[in-house]
Every structure is written in C-alpha cells, then in structure tokens.
C-alpha cells in the first residue's frame, strides 16, 4: 500500500488522511497519560513507526522490547 501511495496521489492522500488520523489518536492517548502536550507529537511518531515494523524483526525478545518501548513513551520526562 505504501509503495503504490509513493506512485498513486489518490493513494498518497488517503494513505496521508489514514497516519494523520493514527497519530492524533496515538498522541491524544499519550497526552492523556501524562506525557506532556510538547513531546507528545514526537512520541507518537516513534509509536507509530514501532507498531508497523516491530513484528518484522528478527530473533528480538519483543515483549520485552515493546514493554521497554511503553514505558519510555509514557515516562513523563
């Protein structure tokens, strides 16, 4: 999908629409517990990119990784 939105506008822009959606929902959750309104943008993208490429890694201990992951991304500092 993300190949053909690099190529296709009308694939871009609902690809667009759909990650704008996605990271607004992200960040709102992240505001919500406690992450200040200031980096909660940032960390909402690293969330983001997290969920769509952490099942792809090879030989990782990821329940591990995605615990490490959360705490971080809901550390207030």
């Known amino acids: 999908m993300r190949l053909w939105g690099r190529q296709d506008p009308r694939a871009a822009?609902?690809?667009q629409e759909i990650?704008?959606?996605r990271l607004s929902y992200i960040r709102k959750l992240l505001?919500?517990?406690s992450v200040p309104p200031q980096i909660a943008p940032a960390r909402?993208?690293?969330a983001y990119c997290?969920?769509?490429v952490s099942r792809s890694l090879v030989g990782q201990n990821l329940d591990r990784a995605t615990a490490?992951?959360?705490e971080q991304l809901l550390?207030?500092?």
């Open 13 to 15: 822009s609902v690809l």
């Open 19 to 21: 990650d704008s959606l």
């Open 31 to 33: 505001e919500e517990s």
């Open 44 to 46: 909402a993208v690293l």
């Open 50 to 52: 997290y969920m769509r």
């Open 68 to 70: 490490d992951m959360c």
């Open 75 to 77: 550390s207030a500092k």
